[in-house]
């Protein structure tokens, strides 16, 4: 098989990235991840003064969780689309646009950087966890938290078949990789990471849910992609959007993966 041109594959190419869609869609993934995250940053023991960098900032509910933790003078958050961001700003947060595979560092070196659901989109994730961690002070942690996907355990056919399809186009259009994450924390090992370990959550699904919305929202907006590469038809699309809309639909096939290192306290 061809390697892909990587230069044909960002995140522009999702269909709903500039609209209120896909703000709602955020929204929706901060109401399903946020205790999962806020729990990964406990047991870090984020405290007052630590330098925070939260990259792929989205709708900044972590960002702002950050302030309220370290001082929000002392928290950074990024983002190549800053118009969702509003609670971060709101909590007084540095918020900046930033290209994590290319700008340098928008910072001195922290004491945490964190990244949820952004390096799963991106192909030069591995080069870029190399980067990120050399902006780390001696001492300091990487949480990365990303999902995956695993269609032959979806509990219905239509969503097995939306998932397949669903991985196949955002691997082709913008890049993703949704077994990646399953292979964390030894990506942060190879960097030369320490004290590494990994968290799964694999949440419940259940119709009408935040995480049913949220899934029902990312399966529309990558539909269009779909029915045009003819990996899912427009019936196969209703399909999809019953059962997500069906209180009886019980599901657990994607899950959340975080990962977390620490450079060595002595590292030059």
Same mark, same amino acid.
């Given at each position: 098989m061809?390697?892909q041109?990587?230069?044909?594959?960002?995140?522009?190419?999702w269909?709903?990235?500039? !609209?209120?869609?896909?703000?709602?869609?955020? &929204? $929706?993934?901060?109401e399903? $991840?946020?205790?999962?995250?806020?729990?990964n940053?406990?047991r870090i023991g984020?405290? @007052?003064?630590w330098?925070?960098? @939260?990259?792929?900032?989205?709708?900044?509910?972590?960002?702002a969780?950050?302030?309220?933790?370290?001082?929000?003078?002392?928290?950074?958050?990024?983002?190549l689309?800053?118009?969702f961001?509003?609670?971060?700003?709101?909590?007084g947060?540095?918020v900046?646009?930033?290209?994590?595979?290319?700008?340098p560092?928008p *910072?001195?070196?922290?004491? +945490?950087?964190?990244?949820r659901a952004?390096?799963?989109? +991106?192909?030069?994730?591995d080069e870029?966890?190399?980067?990120?961690a050399? &902006?780390?002070?001696?001492?300091? &942690? +990487?949480l990365?938290?990303?999902? !995956?996907?695993?269609?032959?355990?979806?509990?219905?056919?239509?969503?097995?078949r939306? @998932?397949?399809?669903?991985?196949?186009? $955002?691997?082709?259009t913008? *890049?993703?990789?949704f077994?990646?994450?399953?292979?964390?924390?030894?990506?942060?090992?190879?960097?030369?990471? !320490?004290?590494?370990?990994?968290?799964v959550?694999?949440?419940?699904?259940?119709?009408r849910?935040?995480?049913?919305l949220m899934m029902d929202?990312?399966?529309?907006?990558?539909?269009?992609?779909?029915?045009a590469?003819g990996?899912l !038809?427009? /019936?196969?699309?209703g399909?999809?959007?019953? /059962?997500?809309a069906?209180?009886a +639909?019980?599901?657990?096939?994607?899950?959340f993966?975080? *990962?977390?290192?620490?450079?060595?306290?002595?590292?030059?």
């Amino acid at each position: 098989m061809p390697e892909q041109d990587d230069s044909n594959r960002h995140w522009d190419r999702w269909t709903i990235a500039d !609209t209120s869609e896909e703000q709602r869609r955020l &929204w $929706l993934i901060e109401e399903m $991840l946020d205790p999962f995250t806020i729990a990964n940053l406990e047991r870090i023991g984020i405290a @007052e003064g630590w330098r925070c960098l @939260e990259l792929g900032a989205g709708a900044g509910s972590i960002a702002a969780w950050l302030a309220g933790r370290a001082g929000a003078e002392h928290v950074i958050a990024t983002d190549l689309r800053l118009d969702f961001a509003g609670r971060a700003a709101e909590a007084g947060v540095r918020v900046i646009r930033h290209d994590i595979t290319r700008d340098p560092p928008p *910072g001195d070196e922290f004491d +945490l950087i964190h990244a949820r659901a952004l390096l799963e989109h +991106l192909p030069a994730r591995d080069e870029v966890i190399e980067r990120v961690a050399g &902006w780390l002070a001696p001492g300091g &942690w +990487l949480l990365v938290e990303d999902s !995956t996907v695993v269609p032959a355990i979806a509990s219905r056919p239509e969503l097995r078949r939306a @998932e397949e399809a669903l991985v196949t186009v $955002l691997a082709a259009t913008v *890049g993703s990789d949704f077994d990646w994450a399953r292979c964390l924390p030894a990506p942060l090992e190879r960097v030369g990471l !320490t004290e590494t370990a990994a968290e799964v959550f694999g949440p419940v699904l259940r119709g009408r849910s935040p995480a049913a919305l949220m899934m029902d929202a990312t399966i529309r907006a990558a539909g269009p992609a779909m029915i045009a590469a003819g990996t899912l !038809t427009p /019936a196969e699309l209703g399909q999809v959007a019953a /059962a997500y809309a069906d209180p009886a +639909l019980v599901d657990c096939s994607f899950f959340f993966v975080a *990962g977390r290192g620490r450079r060595q306290p002595g590292a030059p």
